[in-house]
C-alpha cells in the first residue's frame, strides 16, 4: 500500500473487554514496530517483528499485552482485560529491511484506545 | 539503555522567526540521531537523521539540526518559520554498534506554536 495503515482509528472499549489493533504495514517491509504514546509524551517502544519472527517483547508492559504478525505482513496488537492506563494512542511503523537503528521508520497514524 | 531529554515541552514562536528546539541524549558512545515530526492526526514523518560524518544536518522543510558529540546534543533549527510548521516534534536515538537489530527511541517531544 501507500503508507502503514492502522484501523481501527478511534476505540472505545469498557475496563476489562479485550481489544484487538490491526497494522498493515507497507507491502514488503520486513520490520514493523509497535509503540505506545501516551498523551503528552513520546512514543514508547512495545515490540518488533522481522517479518513474522517476534524478536523483541520487552517493552510490553504486561502479559495482557500479545501481538502477532503470523504472515510477516499484518500484524494484530492484542491487549486483554483492559485498564485504565491502557488509554493512550498505539501507534505502528514499518522500515524496509532487518533494522539496524538507521533506517527510516514510516508510521501509521495511530489507533486511540480509551478505556473507561 | 539509551534515553533522550527535550527540556522544553511547549515553545511559541512567532511567524518568519527563527526557532531552536532542543535535544540531548544520554549516551556518549556513537549514535544514530534522528528528528521526526507529528502533524496533528498525522502519523510521524521523519524530518532528518544523523548517521556520521558532517555534523550539520539538513532535512525537509527547512530544518537542520547540529550533532555536538562533546555536549551530546541534537538541536533542531529553522531561520524561519511557518503557521505550517506548528507540530510535534520528537527527537529519538538508536545505537549502532547492536550486532542484531536495534529500535528507536524517542525523546517525550516539543510541541512547536507558530503564532501569526
Known amino acids: 500500500g501507500a503508507g502503514v495503515s492502522q484501523s481501527p482509528r478511534y476505540k472505545v472499549a469498557k475496563r476489562g473487554q479485550d481489544v484487538a489493533l490491526r497494522c498493515d504495514p507497507i507491502?514488503?517491509?520486513?520490520?514493523l514496530f509497535w509503540y505506545q504514546q501516551a498523551l503528552g509524551q513520546g512514543p514508547e517502544f512495545l515490540t518488533y517483528?522481522?517479518?513474522?519472527?517476534?524478536?523483541?517483547k520487552s517493552g510490553l508492559p504486561s502479559d495482557r499485552f500479545f501481538a502477532e504478525r503470523p504472515e510477516g505482513s499484518v500484524s494484530t496488537l492484542k491487549i486483554q482485560r483492559t485498564q485504565q492506563e491502557d488509554s493512550a494512542v498505539y501507534l505502528c511503523?514499518?522500515?524496509?529491511?532487518?533494522?539496524?537503528?538507521?533506517?527510516?521508520?514510516?508510521f501509521g497514524s495511530g489507533t486511540q484506545l480509551s478505556v473507561l | 539503555a539509551q534515553s533522550v531529554t527535550q527540556l522544553d515541552s511547549q515553545v511559541p514562536v512567532f511567524e518568519e522567526a527563527p526557532v531552536e528546539l532542543r535535544c540531548n541524549y544520554s549516551s556518549s558512545v556513537s549514535v544514530y540521531l534522528f528528528w521526526y515530526v507529528q502533524y496533528p492526526n498525522q502519523g510521524l514523518q521523519l524530518l532528518l537523521k544523523?548517521?556520521?560524518?558532517?555534523?550539520l544536518v539538513k532535512g525537509i522543510n527547512g530544518f537542520e539540526a547540529e550533532f555536538n558529540k562533546s555536549q551530546t546534543s541534537f538541536h533542531l533549527r529553522k531561520p524561519s518559520v511557518h503557521i505550517s510548521d506548528t507540530a510535534e516534534y520528537f527527537c529519538a536515538v538508536s545505537d549502532p554498534m547492536k550486532t542484531s537489530y536495534d529500535k528507536v527511541i524517542f525523546g517525550p517531544g516539543t510541541s512547536l506554536s507558530v503564532i501569526p
Open positions: 517483528f522481522q517479518n513474522e519472527a517476534q524478536l523483541d
Open positions: 544523523y548517521l556520521s560524518g558532517s555534523t
Open positions: 511503523a514499518s522500515s524496509a529491511t532487518v533494522h539496524r537503528g538507521n533506517e527510516k521508520l514510516f
Open positions: 507491502s514488503g517491509h520486513v520490520s
